[in-house]
C-alpha cells in the first residue's frame, strides 16, 4: 500500500506515524511545501517576545530525524501542484529546482493546513507587515525587529495570536495597538467575558480600537476606516485562516458549510481513498453534531492520528470537539470549552446561565478571584458551556468542564465529583462543585438567577420588580445596582414584612453567596419570584462599566 500525504506539521506528521506504527510495510511519502515538517505555531509570540529563546525549539522534529524514526519518505520544499484521481498520480514540484515529477499512490491524504487571512487594503506587501504562521515568519520577523529595534507595533486582529503577540511585544517595551473590526477581542467569547480581557490589556498599556477596521498600510503606520492613522514601526496580520481547500477541490472532494473539507468520522471525503485532516478538514461539535471549525494543534494531532489508523485496518474514530482554547493574557489566564451564551441563544437552547466568582483556591494562602461563567440546558440539565478568567486555577477548571460536558454530565453531576482539594490548590466547596449546584437549583427553580444584562432589560422596560441590595451600608453606599434598597441579610428576616411578597425580587451581595442566603429568607417567607443577581455587584457593575 502506498500512501502519500499532502502537508505536514501536526497532522500530515501524525498520520504517517500513526500509519506506521500500524504497517511496517506501507509505503508512506510525504510532501510539504514549506521547509519544517513539524514546529509550534502557538509558540511563536512567546519566541518573538524573548520568552523563548531560540527558534529551534519550536522545531523539535526535523526531517532526518522523522525519516529515521519511522521510516517515512519525507520530501520538504516539494508542492503538489496537480492530482489525477483517476490514475491516482500526484505531480509534485521541488520549489529549490523546479523540477517536477510524477508519484502514484493508493490512499491520498490532504494535511495542508491553513493560510493566513490578508486583508484586500493597500499595503499589506511592504517589508514591515508580517504574518504569524511558519518558522520562517518567525525568523523574518525577529531578524527585522533586531536591525529596526521597532518601537510601536499595530497588530491588526483579536484572535489568541493576536492578544498572545500584544503581551509578548508589550514586555520587550514596545507600544501596542490592536485593531479589531467587531466590538470585542476573542469572538468566540460572550461579550461580558471578553470584557475582562479588555480591560486586563488596557491596564498594561495596550491601545485597544474597538470597530475599527484597517484601510490602508502606510510606511508611518495603519489607516483605519474611521480615518484614524496609527503610528507603527510594525504592523501585524492576526485576523485569521482559510483552509487550503484549492487543491482537494481541483479533484472534486467536498467543501464543508464551514469552507473547510466535509470528512466522516474516520477522516474520509466524499472520494474513495481521500482523507482530510488538520486544519483543513472540518470537525464536528460534541453538543450539537453539525460541524465547526476550530483550526488548533490539538485536534489536528488527533485527526492525524485518527486517519493513520483507518488507512491501516484501524476503528478509531473522531468523536467531535469542544472547542475548547485557553491562552494567557498578561496575569489572566483565559479559558473556554463548549458553546458560548451568544451560540446557545442562536441553537435555540433554553439555558440558565451563572456567573460564579469565586477564589481558584484558599483565599487565607494567596488564592485569587476567578469568574467562572457556565452555561446548562433548562430541558436536560446538560452542561452546555463554560469560560473562565483569573489568574490561577483556570485550565484545571476548564479542562474539568471539558471532561464532563464530553461525558454529557448534567449540572447536578458537578457537585458530585470527587476533587483534588488542599487549600493551596482549591476551596473545600470547590468553583466547579459550587458551579454545578448553583446551575441545579435554578433549573429546578429553587434559586433562580438572573444575569445583569437580564435585570437591565426589566428596569430600562420599568418592570415592577423590587431589588435588595443584602451587603453593609457602606458597600452599598460605594456601588449598588440601579434602584435597589438595602435590607442587610441580618435584618432581612425581620424587613421582609415592608415588602411585597408577590412582586418580582431580586437579591444581591457582592459576588452572589450572601445574595443567595437572603434568596433562601425570602422564598421561605412565601415571596412568590425571587432571583440571586449572577455574581452580584461585582459582575454588575463590570457588566455596566463594560457596555
Known amino acids: 500500500m502506498k500512501i502519500i500525504i499532502i502537508g505536514s506539521v501536526a497532522a500530515g506528521t501524525s498520520v504517517a506515524a500513526k500509519a506506521r506504527r500500524n504497517d511496517e510495510s506501507a509505503e508512506i511519502t510525504l510532501y510539504n511545501a514549506d521547509y519544517d515538517i513539524s514546529y509550534s505555531i502557538c509558540g511563536i509570540p512567546y519566541f518573538l517576545g524573548g520568552e523563548v529563546d531560540e527558534v529551534d525549539t519550536l522545531t523539535p522534529r526535523s526531517a532526518q530525524w522523522f525519516k529515521k524514526r519511522y521510516n517515512v519518505d519525507i520530501f520538504t520544499r516539494h508542492e503538489v501542484i496537480n492530482i489525477d484521481h483517476e490514475r491516482k498520480t500526484v505531480t509534485v514540484k521541488n520549489l529549490d529546482t523546479e523540477e517536477e515529477k510524477e508519484d502514484k499512490y493508493d490512499t491520498l491524504v490532504f494535511a495542508t493546513g491553513a493560510t493566513p487571512l490578508v486583508p484586500e487594503i493597500p499595503g499589506v506587501d511592504q517589508e514591515h507587515v508580517f504574518n504569524v504562521r511558519t518558522i520562517q515568519d518567525a525568523t523574518a520577523i525577529d531578524r527585522y525587529m533586531v536591525q529596526k529595534n521597532p518601537n510601536k507595533a499595530t497588530i491588526v486582529g483579536a484572535g489568541y495570536i493576536g492578544l498572545e503577540l500584544a503581551e509578548q511585544l508589550t514586555h520587550k517595551g514596545i507600544e501596542v495597538t490592536i485593531v479589531q473590526r467587531s466590538n470585542q477581542v476573542m469572538p468566540h467569547f460572550d461579550k461580558d467575558m471578553a470584557a475582562r480581557v479588555e480591560k486586563v490589556l488596557r491596564d498594561n498599556g495596550v491601545n485597544l480600537l474597538l470597530n475599527e477596521e484597517a484601510s490602508e498600510i502606510k510606511p508611518s503606520g495603519v489607516v483605519t476606516a474611521s480615518g484614524n492613522e496609527i503610528e507603527s514601526d510594525i504592523v501585524f496580520l492576526a485576523i485569521g485562516v482559510r483552509p487550503n481547500t484549492k487543491l482537494a477541490k481541483?479533484?472534486?472532494?467536498?467543501?464543508?458549510?464551514?469552507?473547510?473539507?466535509?470528512?466522516?468520522?474516520?477522516?474520509?471525503?466524499?472520494?474513495?481513498?481521500?482523507?482530510?485532516?488538520?486544519?483543513?478538514?472540518?470537525?464536528?461539535?460534541?453538543?450539537?453534531?453539525?460541524?465547526?471549525?476550530?483550526?488548533?494543534?490539538?485536534t489536528a494531532n488527533k485527526m492525524g492520528r485518527i486517519a493513520g489508523d483507518v488507512i491501516t485496518g484501524g476503528k478509531l474514530e473522531h468523536r467531535g470537539i469542544l472547542g475548547t482554547g485557553i491562552l494567557r493574557v498578561f496575569n489572566l489566564a483565559v479559558g473556554q470549552t463548549g458553546l458560548s451564551e451568544k451560540e446557545a441563544l442562536e441553537l435555540g437552547y433554553d439555558i440558565e446561565v451563572l456567573h460564579n466568582i469565586k477564589p481558584a483556591s484558599a483565599e487565607?494562602?494567596?488564592?485569587?478571584?476567578?469568574?467562572?461563567?457556565?452555561?446548562?440546558?433548562?430541558?436536560?440539565?446538560?452542561?452546555?458551556?463554560?469560560?473562565?478568567?483569573?489568574?490561577?486555577?483556570?485550565?484545571?477548571?476548564?479542562?474539568?468542564?471539558?471532561?464532563?460536558?464530553?461525558?454529557?454530565?448534567?449540572?447536578?453531576?458537578?457537585?458530585?465529583?470527587?476533587?483534588?482539594?488542599?487549600?493551596?490548590?482549591?476551596?473545600?466547596?470547590?468553583?466547579?462543585?459550587?458551579?454545578?449546584?448553583?446551575?441545579?437549583?435554578?433549573?429546578?427553580?429553587?434559586?433562580?438567577l438572573i444575569t445583569p444584562e437580564q435585570l437591565e432589560v426589566r428596569i430600562a422596560n420599568d418592570d415592577k420588580i423590587q431589588v435588595i441590595d443584602t451587603r453593609a451600608a457602606k458597600q452599598y453606599e460605594d456601588s449598588s445596582v440601579t434602584g435597589a434598597v438595602n435590607i442587610p441579610l441580618a435584618e432581612l428576616r425581620e424587613k421582609a414584612k415592608d415588602l411585597d411578597p408577590n412582586l418580582p425580587t431580586v437579591t444581591y451581595c457582592n459576588s452572589g453567596v450572601t445574595g443567595n442566603a437572603a434568596q433562601n429568607v425570602l422564598r421561605n417567607q412565601g415571596f412568590k419570584e425571587v432571583y440571586n443577581l449572577s455574581g452580584g455587584n461585582k459582575n454588575y457593575q463590570h457588566y455596566r462599566a463594560s457596555k
Open 364 to 448: 487565607y494562602l494567596g488564592g485569587k478571584e476567578m469568574v467562572i461563567k457556565a452555561l446548562a440546558n433548562r430541558n436536560t440539565g446538560h452542561i452546555l458551556g463554560v469560560q473562565a478568567v483569573g489568574q490561577s486555577g483556570v485550565d484545571k477548571r476548564i479542562d474539568v468542564f471539558a471532561t464532563a460536558i464530553t461525558f454529557k454530565a448534567k449540572a447536578e453531576d458537578l457537585f458530585h465529583l470527587d476533587l483534588a482539594y488542599a487549600p493551596p490548590f482549591s476551596t473545600t466547596k470547590d468553583p466547579v462543585m459550587y458551579t454545578g449546584m448553583a446551575l441545579q437549583n435554578a433549573i429546578e427553580q429553587k434559586n433562580r
Open 250 to 298: 481541483k479533484i472534486g472532494v467536498e467543501i464543508g458549510k464551514t469552507g473547510a473539507i466535509a470528512v466522516n468520522k474516520q477522516m474520509q471525503t466524499n472520494l474513495p481513498d481521500v482523507y482530510a485532516v488538520g486544519d483543513v478538514a472540518e470537525s464536528y461539535s460534541l453538543i450539537t453534531e453539525e460541524p465547526i471549525y476550530r483550526p488548533l494543534g490539538s
